[in-house]
């Protein structure tokens, strides 16, 4: 089922979510599908499970190629449960972000170039990955849902914000974000 996702403005994006403590449940299993059927509705290439109001530390992204992100390289689909990240080094990188939550707007947004992340999958098996480039980035915006955080909240230079469709005029008008 294709659900809602909740704009910026709704107190439900700012809180911090909570611990998945079971796995491998229907009620999660389904919970999963209904996030990769909205993402998928959106073009998004990553969803958090705030943002269609459940409060719970679950993430899914990934992609084989993206129309929001034309240039972005594929980046495994992936679930990922109560996620732990680490930064590999100080380097950060600026790249332009959008967010399903925000819809029509872009902003440069400084992220960690290279980072650990670990959690579980819906099995509860454990997940590891060591990243770089536009899969770090897609973590770090994903994860930052889980704590209340959007990405205008970490825009450095609000000259470097506004439309998309004003910063990207090249860009597919019939994109919904
Ligand atoms: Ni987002």
Redesign the pocket.
């Known amino acids: 089922m294709i659900h809602q996702i909740l704009k910026m403005g709704d107190a439900k994006l700012l809180r911090v979510a909570e611990p998945v403590t079971q796995f491998n449940t229907p009620e999660l299993t389904e919970l999963i599908a209904d996030m990769f059927e909205t993402m998928a509705a959106a073009n998004g290439a990553g969803l958090?499970a705030p943002?269609i109001g459940v409060n719970l530390q679950l993430v899914i992204f990934g992609f084989k190629s993206n129309p929001r992100y034309p240039d972005a390289p594929t980046v495994p689909e992936t679930v990922l449960l109560n996620p732990v990240l680490t930064p590999l080094s100080e380097d950060m990188d600026e790249a332009w972000e959008g967010?399903?939550?925000v819809p029509g707007l872009r902003g440069l947004v400084p992220r960690w170039s290279k980072l650990r992340y670990e959690g579980v999958d819906q099995f509860g098996q454990p997940i590891s990955r060591e990243v770089d480039g536009f899969h770090a980035r897609v973590v770090q915006?994903?994860c930052d849902?889980l704590n209340g955080v959007l990405?205008p909240m970490r825009i450095r230079d609000l000259t470097q914000f506004g439309y998309t469709e004003v910063l990207f005029p090249e860009m597919d008008p019939n994109e919904d974000d």
Request: proline share 0%.
């Open positions: 958090a943002q967010c399903l939550s915006h994903e849902h990405y």
